[in-house]
């Protein structure tokens, strides 16, 4: 059974970084084509913030291009989100997803306040 687990969420002040993580487990890890994260505020549609691909592409939604980074980390099973530059307005719920034989698989979600 595939599974994904965040990691990292909480309360960080505005300019501030914060890094989240995400463990998988469940597949071979090579198996995953694709990794993500998205993020979701309340009463909006969920959105891709960053994406990469089994050979290091990576993809960013433009506001945050800059300032996040996206890694993945096979030794360790994991997709990382390097976060710097927090904005108040990016306090959201972020949710890690991997796309395996086209099948897309999703975590919880954590929570990400950021504070003025």
């Known amino acids: 059974q595939v599974q994904l687990v965040e990691s990292g969420g909480g309360l960080v002040q505005t300019g501030m970084s914060l890094r989240l993580s995400c463990a998988v487990s469940?597949?071979?890890?090579?198996?995953?084509?694709?990794m993500g994260w998205y993020r979701q505020a309340p009463g909006k549609q969920r959105e891709l913030v960053a994406a990469i691909t089994t050979g290091g592409g990576t993809n960013y939604a433009d506001s945050v291009k800059g300032r996040f980074t996206i890694s993945r980390n096979n030794a360790k099973n994991t997709v990382n989100l390097e976060m710097n530059s927090r904005r108040p307005r990016e306090t959201d719920v972020y949710y890690c997803?991997?796309?395996?034989?086209?099948?897309?698989?999703w975590g919880q979600g954590t929570q990400v306040n950021v504070s003025p």
């Open positions: 469940g597949t071979i890890f090579s198996y995953i084509t694709v």
């Open positions: 997803t991997i796309r395996r034989f086209a099948h897309d698989y």
